[in-house]
């Protein structure tokens, strides 16, 4: 499924985002940069060592030691992915009372579509921030991601979007936002 919004387009699919050919695609990491589960264990294990290499110099340089704060993205070579760059960010842990965890989440899609097209890339690809080791819901966060992307996309020449599913359950939820969500565009 996909809809196009100026001169870009943004297409819902089942997949495994380790296999994308986008330029760019997202790492759902944590503030460490050093990997873990889920889709950030994913991408480290197909894109090799070198990756971590990569992480570590930017902790180091970059963030002068400190961890990547919640809602920011960095970006790496992609090494042996098919994607040349990986934007790493770090989405937010949920929790039923926390007040700023919508906007840290739609910061994730933001921040990272800003610096792939600071790098004049036209093509990024996304999985589903927060949803699985950090038990955002669903319903809320594709609602929250869809937003985030077709508000960037209606200010922006970008080129293609991909959120990448992990399964059909949550394929089905973020087409019912991106169908609500276009409906009110
Ligand atoms: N391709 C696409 N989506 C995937 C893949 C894949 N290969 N593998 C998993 N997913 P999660 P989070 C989906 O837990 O909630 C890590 O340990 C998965 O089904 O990867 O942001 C980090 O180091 C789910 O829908 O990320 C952090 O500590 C979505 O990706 C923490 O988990 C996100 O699930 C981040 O938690």
Redesign the pocket.
Known sequence: MHIIIGENRLELTIG???KEETEAIVN???GSLM????????IHQAAGPELLQACRKIRKEQLKGEPLGTGEAVITAGYNLPASYVIHTV?PIWNAHHPNQDKQLASCYRQALKLAKELDLSSIAF????????RFPIKTAAEIAIRAITNYLQTATFGQVKM?L??EA?FRVYQSALKNITDSL
């Open positions: 495994d985002i380790t759902a990491a944590n990997g873990g589960g889920g889709v950030d264990g994913a989405g999985p589903s921030i927060s949803t699985g080791v950090y990448v992990f399964s949550d």
